[in-house]
């Protein structure tokens, strides 16, 4: 079986051009992801280009051995197979002739990993120069049909002649692509590509240090290059009404950021990491996407000011959102029949302004509702309300804060009522013995659920007691 190059994508494509008689063209799925990163591969220039800067005898002897290796060993097997070679070389009980016999086994599925690796490495290589060749092929061909930009040419001109770039607005200019010079003016603090045809942004992006607004929003993106990650002094980030379908996790590594749009995409998560690293966010806007979930991380997000997630597939909000105790605006309308409920810790949102929770299916908002003092807007239309009636939610934001607080009162009476009736039953004060330690144990449970994603199934805190956010409040 002759050697799989799809891991090599572009070489792959490549050497089916150059020839078809021996190498087979790459797999559909492949040549999609290959398009919108090299929408130029068409053009006989520069395939042209291309195929001359193949060495076809280094890649025929790579291929030839590669083949006759057969498959690569599994990961897995590599890494028992070091991790057995490690134990046995640490017996003290082995001579060092016992121990290389003992391990020959061992050893010889990690030399096979390493010629792989040796023989992988000039296509690895050849695939990297492919790409360089491509970029330098593309910004030639565009500059010989005159299909540059003006303005993208009077920036060069006046990067060249030594003019200070600090800010740069190209939107609205129908860019495809951005010639390789672009990425070389490396004083730039402000960049605007929004509203053009970008369908990808180059890793050369990550040689602009000193970027701290970058706007790309209303592209055709389908990814954002893991040398984002490097921009560690980027403050502002839209990317906004693209074909977003993930974030990179090195997204995380902007640490400086404050505000992020990623809203009118297709995600259908977040990085796992987000909320440790991004530490100073304020403002975060991922609304109409295909979100189902939280990652844990967003409760590090302490310095969080603004959270718009509606219109997407919420199906849950974590207790551990009451961290988010800075909070001011929070949007959690139209996740439609997913959102069923809201946890108790939503009210240590002592900050909150803004609430939308409209269009969902939520029944009862959390008996502690009324701790949410400084909450001046609320929307709770489209719900099959019970707890408050449609009535008492239609009035606003101090109505519904009022009906809550009666409400505790009143669940807070029947409760000790309860416990007096226990007590005067037991004729020995035990019924109030009772009622303190009820107290307690729900104390110690509000802390306990409010610290992690305890609660109810699905992480939504659903079964909650109605008196543990607040007795957590007043720790």
Avoid at 36 to 48: G, V
Avoid at 128 to 140: D, G, K, T, W
Avoid at 230 to 249: D, G, H, K, M, Y
Avoid at 313 to 337: A, D, M, Q, Y
Wanted: glycine letters at 6%; hydrophobic letters at 35%.
């Amino acid at each position: 079986m002759d050697y799989d190059l799809e891991r090599f994508p572009l070489l792959s494509y490549v050497l089916h051009q150059l020839d078809s008689d021996h190498y087979a063209p790459p797999s559909m799925a492949v040549q999609q992801t290959l398009a919108p990163s090299f929408p130029f591969l068409s053009d006989p220039q520069i395939m042209s280009s291309l195929t001359q800067s193949i060495p076809t005898t280094t890649i025929t002897q790579a291929l030839s051995v590669l083949t006759s290796l057969g498959s690569r060993p599994d990961p897995s097997a590599v890494s028992s197979a070091r991790s057995k070679i490690a134990q046995i070389l640490e017996k003290d009980s082995l001579s060092p002739e016992e121990a290389a016999k003992e391990s020959e086994m061992y050893a010889g599925v990690v030399r096979l990993e390493e010629v792989h690796d040796n023989y992988e490495k000039p296509l690895k290589d050849l695939e990297e120069e492919l790409s360089r060749v491509y970029a330098m092929s593309v910004e030639s061909l565009l500059r010989s049909r005159e299909e540059v930009n003006e303005k993208v040419v009077a920036v060069l001109k006046a990067a060249e002649s030594g003019e200070v770039l600090e800010k740069i607005d190209l939107s609205g200019q129908e860019l495809k692509l951005l010639p390789q010079d672009f990425w070389k003016i490396v004083g730039l603090v402000s960049l605007n590509l929004s509203c053009n045809n970008l369908t990808f942004i180059p890793d050369a992006i990550s040689k602009l240090k000193k970027l701290e607004e970058l706007d790309v929003s209303s592209n055709s993106l389908e990814s954002l290059p893991d040398s984002i990650g490097l921009l560690l002094n980027l403050r502002i980030l839209n990317v906004t009404a693209n074909n977003l379908t993930t974030l990179p996790e090195s997204i995380a590594h902007c640490r400086l950021l404050v505000e992020l749009d990623a809203s009118y995409n297709n995600l259908t998560s977040l990085p796992v990491n987000i909320g440790y690293g991004l530490q100073n966010l304020e403002r975060l806007s991922i609304h109409l996407n295909k979100l189902r979930y939280f990652p844990p991380s967003i409760s590090e997000m302490r310095s969080l000011k603004y959270l718009d997630v509606h219109m997407n597939e919420i199906h849950g909000i974590p207790n551990s959102i009451g961290r988010l105790t800075k909070l001011e605006f929070l949007n959690l309308s139209s996740n439609f029949n997913n959102l069923m409920s809201v946890p108790d810790a939503i009210t240590d949102l002592t900050n909150l302004r803004e609430l939308d929770l409209s269009n969902n299916q939520i029944q009862a908002i959390p008996d502690s509702f009324y701790r949410l003092r400084k909450l001046e807007k609320l929307n709770l239309d489209q719900n099959p309300l019970e707890i408050p009636s449609q009535e008492v939610a239609k009035q606003g934001a101090e109505a519904v804060r009022e009906f809550m607080r009666k409400r505790w009162v009143e669940i807070m009476a029947m409760e000790e009522q309860r416990m007096g009736v226990e007590a005067e039953r037991h004729g020995d004060g035990t019924g109030w013995v009772l009622w303190g330690t009820s107290m307690v144990t729900n104390l110690v449970s509000g802390v306990t659920q409010t610290i992690g994603f305890g609660g109810g199934s699905g992480g939504d805190g659903g079964d909650k007691k109605p008196k543990e956010s607040y007795f957590y409040h007043q720790i």
